[in-house]
């Protein structure tokens, strides 16, 4: 029998990073099952919860800023914005994605500890899994903004389905990346749950999701305004505007400028960078979670 050489031994513990999940899909599979089972476990509504919860969101902040504060245009208020329901919720359904799949992410290390401690198989499968469960969720909410949409007059061309393919990547990829990144923070510093629930605060107030993005350019000017506009959150929320509201106006209303030449390709890349720091992070401190945890 030949000799193991050092070259062929690993540390233990330590996979092959996102690359396992390829190997793993039966894995994934499983652990996006039993999170949905575990979730729903004697509960009356089950996944009807996936249209409530954005149901009521969206009914409170439609109040408060559409009718009350006069963002929604009315022969009142002409300068509103037309089809703020559609707006608002296409925003939202995004907005909502994004932190469930964060959320639920950075604490998935520590609340899978029992089975990390007993068998080895790739960490990297239950944060990645978190932002499978979240995508469920999420459909059945993109159904209901479809319904609305095509209510409203939504007559979309093939570029602007386009563009609502590449901001759910782009947050996808951002939450993935951050999932990673605290997922495993958490593991050492359980401080990092209270930190990922602020960003996911901020991040709902921080991208044109109830607000329009020209309010934000005029009160920054153009300096500032880019700097906002380079949130890949941001990017993806107005990359869902073009597909889903744009389409229901008469087309006059304004589009951030270089939205598809310059911020697609920024939103893109900084996700990318993203989650290549969150699998370089991931891959530094996997290797004593059975221990930590």
Known sequence: MSAISPSELTTPGLGSGLRDIRQSSFLLKLLVRKELKVRYRGSVLGLLWSYVKPGVQFVVFYVALGVFLGLERSPRNPDGLANYAVYLFSGIVLINFFSEALGNAARSIVNNGNLIKKIYLPRELFPV????????????????????????????????????????????????????????????????????????????????????WTMVHEKLGPGWFAVYQANPITIGVELFHYAFWFPTTDGSAAMPPDLFNLWLPVGLAVSLAV?????FTFRRLEGRFAQEL
Request: with cysteine; net charge negative.
């Open 129 to 212: 899994a978190s932002v499978w469960v979240s995508a469920v969720h999420f459909f059945p909410q993109l159904v209901v903004l479809v319904a609305g949409c095509i209510i409203a007059g939504w007559q979309p061309n093939f570029f602007q389905l386009l563009a609502a393919v590449a901001g759910f990547l782009i947050v996808g990829l951002l939450a993935t990346g951050l999932g990673l990144l605290f997922g495993a923070a958490n593991v050492y510093f359980r401080d990092s749950e209270n930190l990922v629930d602020m960003l996911l605060m901020v991040a709902t107030w921080a991208s044109p999701v109830m607000y329009a």
């Open 275 to 279: 989650v290549t720091l969150g699998q």
